[in-house]
């Protein structure tokens, strides 16, 4: 019975809430969202993530090591980066980071969507390229969040 209610408690913690972080403001998330084309000689990384199973949970994600930002459900990053050149793109999950390589070409933009998963114990979250169409429709529904601050 004791399992039960545990069980019962963590999967509501897990569904519930909503995790909160630091957000730009309404013009700097306007201006990203006008999707312009990088400066010449970059590429621009649009990372996001939106709704669905894990609100309570905020997961880092670092580019070449840096941190970008702590993310939380429906918001959007916007990294400025070196074209022409691979790139690490990674986050934190259950047990270690998710890592994602990304081949970049200058004057484009990237589409990263940052997604949750369920593990043993506690949600991890992993990344996936998306095409332009898709990652733009999402990105328009969403805040962008303030660069920087990682938790760990």
Not at 30 to 46: E, N, V
Request: include cysteine; aromatic fraction near 10%; charged fraction near 20%.
């Amino acid at each position: 019975m004791l399992n039960k209610i545990t069980l019962i408690f963590v999967v509501t913690i897990l569904f519930s809430g909503c995790a909160s972080v630091p957000m730009a403001s309404k013009e700097s998330s306007d201006r990203a969202k006008l999707f312009g084309p990088p400066a010449q000689g970059r590429a621009g990384l649009y990372i996001y993530r939106g709704a669905g199973p894990g609100t309570a949970l905020k997961k880092d994600i670092w580019v070449d090591g840096k941190c970008v930002g702590e993310s939380a459900p429906n918001v959007f990053f916007y990294e400025d980066v070196v074209g022409n050149q691979e790139h690490t793109i990674s986050t934190e999950s259950e047990f270690s980071p998710n890592a994602l390589k990304l081949a970049t070409a200058s004057d484009t933009n990237y589409f990263i969507r940052q997604y949750i998963k369920f593990g043993i114990f506690v949600g991890g979250a992993n990344l996936e390229v998306v095409d332009e169409s898709d990652g733009k429709k999402a990105v328009q529904k969403l805040d962008m969040a303030t660069k920087g601050t990682c938790s760990q």
